[in-house]
């Protein structure tokens, strides 16, 4: 198959028909990736289960790792619901648009593919202008996981799409690299008190501050046992070579740097800013920004996996963020993209 590369600039004249395009092969059961302001998405129309399954042959996911369906209006809402708990309406209120995923009991409408056979359907309402374009332009909800081949990075550019999907969809909508660069934050609201099931790009604090108290899941279970969230899974948004992580001091980075250099040849870190590290091995170093500035540690993140990966280094050495605020959400996918266990 081909796969389209449609190039947005940011006109509206040059774009539309573009948006137009891309809206259409979806309502004709095609995949489109397209950008939201976590990481890109890999759509189908959510009421076309052709299209769904179309979706996990192209990323090789497992039948039963649930979709998120992507809405542009409150009625789209109702229409994949069945009932609102209370909870939700102020969190509708505050984060949709935005990178907040609900978990909601699904309607009738929604198919067991997108569920997993589960009774409930994520939803979100994405802020990104192209995200909310396309599905208007489809004129229906998108289904849509990230862009990327199962277990790896998601996407944050078209490139990262095309190297992982390439031959496989029929278009991606490229609108540059995304603004949060971490995935939406994904919040159970059919328990009592409601699940934190993914830490995202919406830190937990504002959540609670909107609704109380939410219920942490923190136990990293073995792949293949059963799961509120599948995507929780110990390894997952792994680069294909070892990640170490050091405890988040400039002395620890060093430390676990200068070892790393007697197992490896070639070792890749993402370096704080004025963080030091040895000079006497092959170091490759990816900038990525002053420590406790998490918006653009945050952004960069899968960007640096997948290119010091791609520098063809050995191991990849991190520092650790703290679990608190949007580093939650870092911290969260190095866990995960460092556990050996496969
Ligand atoms: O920011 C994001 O959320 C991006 C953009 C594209 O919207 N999407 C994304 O989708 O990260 P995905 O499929 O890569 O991760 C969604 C996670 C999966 O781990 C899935 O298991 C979980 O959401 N999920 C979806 N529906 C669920 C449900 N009904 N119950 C529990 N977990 C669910
Ligand atoms: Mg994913």
Redesign the pocket.
Known sequence: MLTQRLILTGDDQHDRPLIEQAGAIIRAGGLVAFP?E????LGADAYNPVALQRIFQAKGRPAW????V?VATPQQILELTSGIPDLALPLIQRFMPG?L?L?LPKSDRVSTII?AG?D???I?M?SHPVAQALIRASGVPIA???ANRFGRP?PTNADHVLHDLAGAIEAVLDGGETPRGV??T?L?LTTDPPTL??P?AVPLEAIEETIGTVRLLTEMLPRGMSL?????MARHYAPRVPLLLSAPTPEALYGTVKDSLTQYEWVGVLRPRGWSLPDNGHLIVFEWGTWGEWDTLAQKLFYALRWLEGQGVHAIVAPLPPAEGLARAVRDRLTRASNPEQ
């Open positions: 939201t976590t990481v890109y998405g790792d649930p979709l998120i992507h990178s995923t978990i569920t589960r409930t359907v994520g979100r994405p849509a996981p990230s998601s995935e939406s994904i159970d099931l993914r995202g509120p969230a599948p995507g929780t």
